[in-house]
């Protein structure tokens, strides 16, 4: 049996950014993500094609988190 990747259902009062990196990458991603006090939620697609989602109120702070992350882990931002 072969697994498929689900798109996450992320609901009303939600945002999302979408962040690729190495495959490698993704573990140490999501344990800083889950050690952010609840700031997020991590979904991985496909590899390290992930989704991240976010309380809206939270907006800002993800913003500036994956801002500061994303170049330490040569990883790249795609447009929300």
Do not use: T
Request: hydrophobic share 50%.
């Amino acid at each position: 049996m072969s697994r498929k990747p689900v798109v996450p259902c992320v609901g009303d009062g939600l945002v999302v950014r979408r962040v690729v990196m190495r495959a490698r990458d993704v573990v140490f991603f999501k344990g800083i993500v889950e050690a952010s006090d609840g700031l997020a939620a991590v979904f991985a697609e496909h590899g390290g094609d992930l989704v991240v989602a976010a309380p809206a109120s939270r907006v800002q702070e993800l913003d500036a988190f994956l801002d500061d992350l994303c170049p330490e882990l040569g990883a790249m931002r795609l447009a929300p």
